[in-house]
């Protein structure tokens, strides 16, 4: 009886229908609902440019402090007009919002129940090393390749040239905190002071190593351990039941989701940014393309049947721009793929926080784009050393919308490059965010598919009847 499968395919059916439905509405209001306010914003961005080229031009410097406080009071005129226009679209993003909020409640326990089994299930420290080393080898080839491809097409395209876009005072502040580039601050991100406080955080990574420890010691301590296991993987069954009930509202959040992005930002800013946008999803493309091929290198053909197998989470971490929201629905469909479930469990967690390779190439290709609008030329050995600081200071960033602005924004002051000019991205990286979500979500799911076949715990798709 094949009882799941019509529900599934309706499921992706009524998102799909929710995407579009969100589009039409969201341009229905931006041309009416939030109109004045488009408008305005307009003429204060064609204002702020004006008065930036006049204090660029202007040598008395009584000049040049009556423009600054000009440009002052037209950036916090401008910021009252995105607050109201926020406030208006603010019943659609609301039901994005809590959707987002449904999947962070399930995320955490979810991670900790059912890499405790995993981790449990293998054994001992020995099979979670050798799983581990081999993860951490396709997470490694998987994020040095999304880099080296974001600087390789940004090289070719160079998008930063070809749009000549007025770039921003190097002063400006973007209001983005920078990301810490300390080796200490990298490792107190990594361990846990405290399991509870990162799970009230959501932090991946901490829960991933508490998860480790835990369950290495539940196996360890043999029989007792087994009771522990058990309960775990029932708690891990009823979390994705309630996964499942969450799911039902997917609909809804994609079309609240969609109706506020287009409702702010409108169709033209495609015209406007159209050579970076097209530039960066063929980027996205080829990578989709490179990661298939990869795959297929280990699991053959069934690289495929994977792709389709993850539709409706990919489709989901599209809508709403965050893989996370993913998470629970990419590790239940990887499951009935055929991957075991102590191994889904043990790297997708670290897939979320290592292996997020859409987030990756969009992080090579923005800060050369950037450095090529302000006009700054550098050499192919700076470039390698910005691609290995990317390399180590994106360990860990989460699956949320914006995380890997705050990383660019770090790397950036590191080279001397005027972090201002994020602000030529912050309007269209909604619609960026978007590609590299879905991005993240396929990195993913053929990397946990690869190691549950170098595992030899691949095994054929599992029957819908179930």
């Given amino acids: ?26 341009f229905v209001l931006n041309k009416s609902y939030v109109a004045d306010e488009n408008t305005k914003l307009e003429a ?23 423009l600054e406080q000009q440009k002052k009071s037209i950036i916090k005129e401008r910021g009252a007009v995105i607050s109201a226009r926020d406030k208006k679209v603010e019943p659609f993003s609301i039901l994005a919002d809590i959707f987002l909020r449904l999947i962070k409640m399930i995320v955490a326990p979810l991670v900790f129940t059912t890499l405790v089994v995993g981790v449990a299930k293998l054994g001992d420290i020995n099979s979670v090393g050798r ?3 081999k993860t951490l080898l396709w997470f490694v080839g998987a994020s ?20 000549h876009l007025p770039v921003p005072d190097a002063g400006t502040d973007i209001g983005l905190a920078h990301n810490s580039l300390s080796l200490k601050d990298f490792l107190y991100h990594v361990f846990p002071a405290s399991v509870i406080d990162a799970m009230a955080k959501n932090e991946i990574l901490q829960i991933v190593v508490f998860s ?31 996964t499942g009930y969450v799911m039902n509202f997917a609909p809804v959040a994609v079309f609240g989701a969609m109706t506020a992005i287009i409702a702010k930002q409108g169709l033209g800013i495609l015209k406007t940014y159209s050579i970076f946008i097209t530039e960066f999803y063929s980027g996205l493309l080829i990578l989709w393309i490179v990661l298939a091929l990869a795959g297929s290198l280990i699991i053959g053909k069934r690289v495929i049947a994977l792709l389709r197998k993850v539709k409706e989470p990919i489709l989901l971490a599209f809508s709403t721009s965050s893989s996370e929201a993913a998470f629970p629905k990419t590790m239940e469909l990887l499951q009935k793929f055929g991957c075991k479930d102590k191994i889904v469990s043990f790297v997708l967690p670290l897939g979320y926080s290592f292996n997020l390779d859409g987030s990756m190439m969009y992080m090579t290709f923005a800060s050369l784009f950037i450095a090529q609008s302000y006009g700054i030329e550098l050499s192919m050995a700076t470039q390698m050393s910005m691609l290995l600081v990317l390399m180590l ?6 699956g949320v919308p914006r995380a890997s602005l705050v990383v660019i924004a770090g790397t950036l002051a590191t080279f001397n490059i005027p972090e201002a000019g994020l602000a030529l991205l912050l309007g269209i990286d909604p619609l960026l965010d978007m590609g590299r979500s879905a991005t993240n979500v396929v990195g993913n799911s053929i990397a946990t598919a690869v190691v549950s076949k170098w595992e030899g715990e691949l095994v054929e798709e599992e029957s819908s009847s179930k």
């Fill in 131 to 133: 799983i581990g080393g």
């Fill in 393 to 398: 200071t994106s360990k860990g960033i989460a």
């Fill in 1 to 26: 009886m094949e009882t799941t499968s019509p529900k599934k395919s309706k499921l992706t059916l009524y998102i799909i229908i929710a995407l579009v439905v969100g589009i039409g509405l969201g």
């Fill in 212 to 242: 480790l420890f835990f369950g290495v010691a539940t196996a360890a301590i043999g029989e007792q351990g087994k009771i522990v296991i058990k309960a775990m993987d029932a708690i891990a069954h009823v979390i994705l039941k309630v």
């Fill in 44 to 66: 204060f961005e064609q204002r702020l440019q004006q008065t930036q080229q006049d204090i660029s031009k202007t040598t008395d410097s009584l000049a040049v402090v009556s």
């Fill in 144 to 163: 040095l390749t999304s880099l080296l491809l974001g600087m390789i097409l940004v090289n070719i395209f160079k998008p930063g040239i070809a749009m």
